[in-house]
């Protein structure tokens, strides 16, 4: 006999289909659950089934091999009808399972044991059950075990669609905050154009840095929303960026390490490449020389980096710079005391060469 449809069939169908767990792949935590149950009721067949509303899907299973049967031959279709939980311990002598092909003949089911999933309104979308070739009966300890891990495959529903949901939220707000940058980036740009120079000038830096910014985003969004970046491409991005900055006259490279760093460490370290490069552009090519601007991020030892900033400019003694009037140097130095260091200066020969060694969370770097 064929189950009538649950009394509140499009409900129950609306509450499964948004779980969005049907014809999804098969995961460890689900397979677990069945193959325990199978053993605790030393049964040959478990299934996590799912009531569609032509079909019976099986999110997990043990003994069948197959994901998917017709509904017409459900017997969970006929559970999801009960309370909680349904018994059946000799399905010849039920009259709802006496002309059920999978109970007729040599071999056919003859014990079937459920225990309901339901959603948070209480409708059911399915069962946990197990199922024998042998006429049989449960103890206690297996009925109320079977309801327990029914609760635990239901609160690992609700999980992942909890995960889902707060991924989709992450994505449109990642998206809205692109745009925003985005666009931020485009009006600095066309205040930048129609700006006195010296005003032009600082337009252009505040646009570089939100584009770093952007940039820093951009990469957080690929490591799906993690508090670690790929230092490598990120830096290489910054120095794009400041690269297409620049005058014809003026370069831009940048070598990086292939490490994890933290999001505050990227947009520290993408803070002073941006501040030495626009000091760079500003006080080492007097007279449209031209020249490079530099930056090199290595290994120092196990647990650290050396980040070295240098341009080929006509450099200045550094002793005697009254660094406290700079604004780009006090950045510079705040910035570098985030990472826990200091930009000391380097001989390098001509022009100004600055390094700064921190250190990085080997967790993240595993040897």
Avoid at 157 to 169: G, T
Wanted: proline content about 5%.
């Amino acid at each position: 006999m064929e189950a009538q449809p649950h009394p509140r069939q499009a409900d129950r169908l609306k509450e499964l289909h948004d779980l969005d767990i049907l014809d999804t792949p098969r995961e460890e935590e689900f397979d677990a659950v069945v193959a325990l149950a199978a053993d605790l009721c030393e049964a040959p067949i478990s299934v996590i089934n799912l009531i569609d509303a032509d079909r019976q899907w099986f999110k997990a299973e043990v003994g069948l091999g197959v994901r998917e049967t017709p509904l017409d031959t459900s017997l969970c279709a006929h559970a999801i009808l009960e309370r909680d939980f349904l018994e059946i311990p000799d399905t010849r002598l039920d009259a709802r399972m006496r002309d059920n092909p999978l109970c007729l003949g040599d071999g056919g089911l003859r014990f079937y044991a459920g225990a309901l999933l339901r959603t948070d309104q209480g409708l059911p979308i399915g069962t946990l059950c197990i199922l024998d070739t042998r006429p049989r009966s449960l103890t206690a300890l297996q009925r109320r075990a079977l309801r327990v891990l029914a609760g635990q495959v239901m609160a690992q529903i609700r999980l992942r669609q909890a995960l889902r949901r707060a991924e989709a939220m992450r994505q449109e707000a990642d998206h809205r905050v692109k745009n925003s940058l985005q666009a931020m980036a485009s009006l600095i740009a066309i205040q930048a154009r129609d700006a006195e120079p010296a005003v032009g000038a600082a337009l252009d830096q505040v646009g570089r840095q939100v584009r770093s910014v952007a940039t820093l985003h951009a990469m957080l969004n690929q490591h799906g929303g993690s508090d670690t970046v790929a230092l490598q491409p990120y830096a290489t991005g910054i120095g794009a960026i400041l690269d297409d900055s620049m005058p014809a006259h003026l370069s831009v490279s940048v070598e990086a390490a292939p490490v994890m760093v933290t999001s505050a460490q990227a947009a520290a370290i993408g803070t002073i490449m941006n501040e030495f490069a626009s000091n760079a552009l500003k006080h080492a090519f007097p007279d449209g020389r031209a020249g490079r601007v530099s930056f090199a991020i290595r290994p120092d030892g196990d647990d650290s980096l050396r980040l070295v900033c240098a341009d080929d400019g006509i450099g200045f003694d550094w002793d005697k710079v009254d660094r406290d009037a700079s604004l780009g140097l006090r950045v510079m130095m705040a910035t570098a005391e985030t990472l826990g260091g200091a930009l000391q200066p380097v001989d390098g020969g001509t022009g100004l060469t600055l390094a700064l060694t921190f250190g990085i969370d080997r967790t993240i770097n595993p040897a």
